[in-house]
């Protein structure tokens, strides 16, 4: 067992909420030592852009993936332990155990753990062909699967640092999610194992993504609902026919109310079976079930959890000198006053750096420190009002604020299907707290901005619900 020497800043979770938080800390410290322990093999990446075509596809160099250099860690005196995962946690004695039996002791300590794909645990559910989408890992699994003739996997080695832009050989008409009949005889010509169907489980956006990057690949998509219509019961019937509708004329087939029962093959997969006896035949199964974070660890140490990790405003949890950031936390949320937990990348972001800028204050009087950490008395509280914007088969979705389906919340429509645009404006005790967009992601910022500033919707519905008066306006009023 090791034990190394006290750290000051201890930071489990190299992703975006773990790194910003890092970044925030070293500019209000510049000498306090510092450590980030990732149980993945890699450097900050954008784990947004796995589910985007461009990347997929190879359309931009696979470098730009890494969010940060290998130099910056050295040079920001960060030290970085790959591959290893934190397994237990002592708040008293302030330490946290790896997987390897090290022992790290902090003085503080911050829980930016992300989450996880939901697994299956079906029969069959091990068979060779079942992809999951979270990490990089997986993405290069599901290359690999979908893009073998032009995939060259040591390209895709760990770090992927040194690889040359890869211009693809690729004939795509992203307009018609088709390949060209020459690029689909190379593929088949190559004698390599190439995905031709895939089942696509799950609604959602990182499910839409796939469908959207799969048929970009030439590649035919059964999609499968357990729901009777996509996004249930997130987004109402009217928003997921209109999404619905985009993934048909892309060439998606659409299955609703199915359940799968079993996944047949022998050591891959060949075929699901539904409810009803009837088989789907596939060669690829993409599962997007949902994200859970694995808390166990923490929850044995006594950390408060429910979905994510209970943390107040300033995101301290209920051991003192421990802060949560990112897809984690389930944190008192003042705009809404509410505990809520979130899923996206800029919330992740800044919670990382209020996180930071709360754990860089002078705590240890005897550590010298920057004069702007020092006058860093004061705890920073998080208030942010989320989003979450994805594009594909021709359709724009946006979600702002929360937009949880629940009791006591009231909707106000804003255009419609037919019109090709649509909002649903939530409300709740007289103020917006979110709303879903569809093709009008432009009022994305009056709406972000109408939540943020408890703006009361009293005597202004038939404004809200009319696409023809401008939403800046009333942020206009707000100002005077
Ligand atoms: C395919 C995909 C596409 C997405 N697209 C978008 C998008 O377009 N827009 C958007 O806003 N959001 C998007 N998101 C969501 C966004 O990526 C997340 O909200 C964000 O990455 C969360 O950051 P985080 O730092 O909190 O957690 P993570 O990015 O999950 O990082 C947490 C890290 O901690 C590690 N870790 C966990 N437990 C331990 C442990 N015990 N010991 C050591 N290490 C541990 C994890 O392996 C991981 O590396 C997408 C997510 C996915 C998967």
């Not at 030439?218 to 985009?246: C, H, K, N, Q």
């Amino acid at each position: 067992m090791i034990c190394m020497k006290k750290i000051n800043y201890l930071i489990i979770g190299g992703g975006i909420a773990g790194t910003t938080a890092a970044e925030t800390i070293r500019r209000h410290d510049p000498v306090g030592s510092m450590a980030i322990v990732s149980d993945e093999p890699y450097r900050l990446y954008s784990r947004i852009m796995l589910s985007k075509p461009n990347f997929f596809l190879e359309k931009i160099p696979f470098d730009q993936i890494w969010l940060k250099k290998e130099s910056w860690y050295a040079e920001n005196n960060i030290q970085v332990i790959l591959g290893k995962s934190a397994v237990k946690l002592n708040p008293q004695a302030k330490i946290v155990t790896l997987n390897t039996g090290e022992e790290l002791e902090y003085e503080k300590l911050l829980l930016a753990v992300g989450g996880c794909a939901r697994r299956w645990d079906l029969p069959g559910a091990e068979r060779r062909g079942i992809f999951y989408l979270r990490t990089l890992d997986d993405a290069k699994a599901i290359m690999t699967a979908v893009n073998p003739v032009r995939t060259d996997t040591s390209r895709l080695a760990e770090g992927g640092i040194e690889s040359p832009p890869l211009i693809s050989a690729l004939t795509v008409d992203p307009l018609r999610h088709s390949f060209s009949e020459a690029s689909r005889s190379k593929r088949r010509s190559n004698g390599v194992k190439t995905a031709r169907h895939a089942v696509a489980i799950g609604g959602g956006f990182v499910s839409f993504e796939m469908c959207d990057m799969l048929r970009l690949a030439g590649i035919d998509v059964t999609l499968l609902l357990r729901e009777s219509y996509f996004w249930e019961p997130v987004l109402d019937e009217t928003s997921g026919r209109m999404i619905e509708a985009a993934l048909e004329k892309g060439g998606v087939k659409i299955m609703r109310n199915t359940e799968v029962g079993k996944i047949i093959g022998q050591d891959r997969v060949e075929a699901v079976e539904i409810n009803g006896g009837k088989k789907i035949a596939c060669d690829m199964l993409i599962v997007g079930i949902g994200v859970f974070c694995p808390l166990a660890w923490l929850e044995v140490a006594g950390v408060k959890v429910g979905r994510g990790i209970l943390a107040n405003e300033y995101l301290e949890i209920n051991f003192p000198y421990i802060w949560v950031a990112g897809d984690a936390a389930e944190f008192k949320d003042l705009i809404l006053g509410e505990q809520i937990q979130l899923g996206n990348w800029v919330n992740a972001q800044m919670q990382g750096r209020i996180a930071g800028m709360n754990m860089s204050g002078s705590l240890d009087p005897l550590r010298p420190q920057s004069e702007a950490s020092k006058l860093r008395t004061r705890k920073e509280p998080f208030r942010m009002v989320s989003f979450y914007t994805t594009i594909g088969f021709g359709i724009t979705i946006a979600f702002v604020g929360d937009v949880r389906p629940m009791e006591g919340r009231t909707i106000i429509l804003r255009g419609s299907a037919d019109a090709g645009s649509y909002v649903r404006v939530i409300v709740k005790g007289g103020e917006i707290i979110g709303a879903t967009l569809i093709n009008r992601t432009q009022e994305l910022g009056p709406i972000s901005k109408l939540i943020e500033k408890d703006f009361k919707i009293a005597g202004r519905e038939k404004e809200l619900a009319d696409t023809s008066f401008d939403l800046k306006k009333l942020i206009e009023n707000l100002k005077s």
